[in-house]
């Protein structure tokens, strides 16, 4: 599919070029929307305006809206004032509001000039909003019925404001702005009778979130109930607007990246990998390096501290990465298992004996599984294979002991990190692989050195 598009895009670009706009805007008003936005990213600044400028209004509005910010930016610089409105016209609300969102304020001042009131109030509406909550990424765009409608009421109601709504499928019935029932438009068309009153076939047992609804956990709804929209009500139950479908994955694919980039040590990027600048990159990754690498110096306190032991007993120097690389690993996979179930919902704090309990176990068993493996693997391969003297008993002792021990420490903390970051209203993907490999190579090393001490007497 991926050479496909690549084949079609060349093509067009060189219709482009080519001058052949005839030909051009009878093949761009049969693709999809979401594909010509992406030609527009390949192409020169001078030829976005002249490529979009080929398409018919409504279309040209529905790919604007899946265009990357900047290359909406140099639309909107180039329009007309004309031009302006007649896309901001074709726009969801929804939509509107995040293009506000991601202009810069000269851009702003000249999309809310262009915009016509009642979708410049609503706007400021849905901006007034906390961040990443339900309010934020509505759209008040929906169909709503009333109680004493029939069903024939219903479905002409539906034809006559459908046009600008964003989902005509799912109805919401209200009365005095309160919402009280949900229907579908294949509930309207299946009735027996168009004088059937929407309040004997409408459901009243409904899902809604609050304005204030985390979008994480507006997200996980959709993902649970099978929504196609969900509707947002304020602190009386009164109905403000609707969450659809697209927005939610939206959220779902924004936040699944946030989450992998903090768990890969980086502060997350509002842009992609090839739009970043270099700087941003370095600005993105730099923090969590530092830190990072400060905390790493407990490790090298440590080996200061046991300074003699190695000196004394050479051979362990050896196993030191293998050890600190097995702790590290073990941990982060406990935390990414933890921190994957939390993101879903299906832990919570209260859970954490549970948890426990469940890691020690697990934890047990791979920890004498890899003592066994590492037994084995030492005294056949270094000592006997290698004839590495300074390896013996008791040293393949000490080290299968502390890789155990530490496996078990690491599957702990990588379990129970993620729990008290949560508890602590913070993300707990910031508990995940580097964090826990800094303290767990900390924690392997100090179960390492007393070991040896105690076993070697060193």
């Not at 007034?128 to 479905?155: D, K």
Request: overall charge negative; proline content about 3%; some cysteine.
């Amino acid at each position: 599919m991926a050479e496909r598009f690549e084949i079609v895009q060349k093509a067009l670009q060189k219709m482009l070029e080519d001058k052949k706009y005839a030909t051009l805007r009878d093949i761009l008003v049969t693709m999809n929307p979401s594909d010509i936005a992406a030609l527009f990213s390949n192409l020169e600044e001078k030829q976005i305006p002249l490529m979009f400028r080929l398409l018919p209004k409504e279309q040209a509005a529905e790919t604007f809206v899946e265009m990357e910010p900047d290359a909406q930016e140099l639309l909107i610089l180039g329009f007309s004032d004309n031009e302006l409105k007649a896309v901001l016209d074709e726009l969801y609300v929804d939509d509107a509001a995040d293009l506000v969102e991601e202009m810069p304020a000269n851009v702003v001042k000249r999309i809310l000039k262009q915009a016509d009131p009642e979708m410049r109030n609503t706007i400021n509406q849905i901006l007034c909003y906390p961040e990443n909550s339900a309010g934020s990424i509505m759209t008040t765009e929906y169909v709503s019925l009333r109680p004493h409608m029939t069903v024939g009421e219903a479905i002409l109601r539906i034809r006559r404001q459908g046009v600008d709504k964003e989902t005509i499928y799912t109805c919401y019935v209200t009365e005095g702005r309160k919402l009280i029932g949900l229907i579908t438009v294949k509930d309207l068309l299946l009735a027996e009778d168009d004088e059937t009153p929407v309040t004997d076939i409408m459901l009243t047992n409904l899902i809604s979130v609050t304005t204030h609804t985390d979008q994480e956990e507006v997200a996980r709804m959709f993902s649970k109930y099978n929504f196609l929209a969900l509707p947002v009500v304020d602190k009386e139950n009164r109905m403000v607007g609707i969450v659809t479908f697209d927005d939610a994955m939206d959220v779902m694919e924004d936040e699944a990246t946030e989450d992998m980039e903090i768990m890969s040590g980086m502060l997350p990027s509002e842009k992609t990998y090839l739009k970043s600048s270099v700087f941003e990159l370095f600005k993105n990754r730099i923090p969590w390096l530092m830190l990072l690498m400060v905390s790493a110096t407990f490790t090298g306190l440590i080996i200061t501290a046991f300074e003699d032991a190695l000196a004394a007993q050479v051979a362990l120097t050896a196993f030191i990465p293998m050890l600190m690389g097995t702790g590290g690993n073990s941990g982060s996979q406990s935390s990414v298992t933890v921190i994957r179930s939390l993101s879903l919902g299906e832990l919570k704090f209260r859970d954490i004996g549970i948890v426990l309990w469940k890691e020690i176990r697990t934890a047990v068993l791979c920890g004498i599984s890899l003592a066994v493996v590492c037994f084995a693997k030492i005294w056949l391969v270094d000592h006997l294979l290698m004839q590495n003297q300074e390896i013996t008993l008791m040293v393949d002792a000490v080290v299968c002991l502390a890789l155990a021990v530490t496996v078990i420490i690491a599957k702990v903390v990588g379990g129970l990190l993620p729990l008290a970051a949560k508890a602590m209203k913070l993300d707990p993907a910031v508990m995940a692989s580097p964090f826990i490999s800094t303290i767990v190579d900390a924690l392997s090393l100090l179960v390492y050195f007393l070991f040896a001490k105690a076993l070697l007497g060193v």
